[in-house]
């Protein structure tokens, strides 16, 4: 029986990871998961916002980092969505357009939010942090057009946007420059809320912008979605995906356990012979 446990086909632990990567993502169980006080923050402050504020939404993360950032995006949004908050969305990397046009698309297909009115997409906006302080300084005239061709100053959405200080909050998700250090400096002398979000491995560069009180609340990679998504009770893909994870590494640390408990056995039956 060992001898076999330890010639076992690899093609079958590979079958096996495969079904438990795959089962959690067709029906998300929903595994426990701490949330940090970060998370919480952030939730709290979209959650105070009022039907019909308007607030900003950078995607600034490459396709790369997409699945450690856009299931931030993804449940920010959502609650967005619910409170009939109006989102102008924009990128200053030329990858984030692909992910703003999703969810532009999302909520008009699955929402019924009407472009122009309930959300708007400016767009990509070239010069990194340059871009960004043009955008902060005037908006609606940091890009003339929107995705669709029409005037960005002449949507209903941008009415009495005059700067950055005018929206209620921005929220922006990085995988690394522009990110947090451009927004802060950016949005200094505005009074405006800004909520960051960032893959991973930025989350410690970030977090001191958090406690210092420059950001609102951080959201850092898919566990932080997946966090989000369990404060408002609506497992999504980031919990499907976190729950996927979650098994796959059960699996190895099962198998790396097995693994020793049959080489010492092999050891010992060595010895005794």
Same mark, same amino acid.
């Given at each position: 029986?060992?001898? +076999? ?40 402050? $979209? ?48 990858? @984030?357009?692909?992910?703003? +046009? ?30 960004? @302080? ?50 802060? +400096? ?11 979000? $960032? ?23 898919? +566990? ?11 497992? @999504? ?37």
């Amino acid at each position: 029986m060992i001898d +076999r446990l330890a010639n076992l086909d690899r093609r079958i632990l590979y079958l096996i990871i495969m079904v438990l990567i795959a089962f959690p993502l067709i029906s998300p169980i929903g595994l426990p998961i701490s949330v940090s006080s970060m998370v919480v923050s952030a939730y709290e402050v $979209v959650d105070s916002l009022q039907e019909g504020d308007v607030v900003v939404w950078s995607f600034d993360y490459t396709v790369g980092g997409g699945p450690d950032c856009h299931p931030q995006t993804e449940a920010v949004w959502q609650h967005l969505a619910a409170k009939n908050i109006g989102v102008v969305a924009v990128s200053f990397v030329p990858e @984030g357009s692909q992910f703003s +046009r999703e969810m532009v698309t999302l909520w008009e297909n699955e929402y019924g939010k009407v472009y122009g009115e309930d959300m708007i997409d400016v767009g990509f906006i070239a010069g990194f942090e340059t871009g960004i @302080g043009e955008f902060v300084g005037n908006p609606s005239g940091a890009s003339a057009t929107c995705i669709r061709g029409n005037r960005v100053a002449d949507m209903p959405i941008m009415q009495g946007i005059n700067d950055i200080g005018d929206f209620a909050l921005v929220g922006a998700i990085a995988t690394g420059a522009p990110g947090p250090f451009e927004w802060v +400096r950016q949005l200094a002398g505005y009074d405006v809320d800004y909520l960051p979000g $960032v893959v991973t491995v930025m989350g410690p560069q970030t977090i001191p912008y958090y406690e210092s009180g420059q950001a609102v609340g951080l959201l850092m990679g898919l +566990r932080d979605a997946a966090s989000y998504e369990v404060i408002m009770e609506r497992p @999504g893909m980031a919990t499907a995906a976190m729950d996927s994870q979650s098994f796959a590494h059960l699996f190895i640390i099962l198998l790396v356990i097995l693994g020793n408990i049959i080489y010492f056995i092999q050891q010992r039956s060595a010895t005794d012979e």
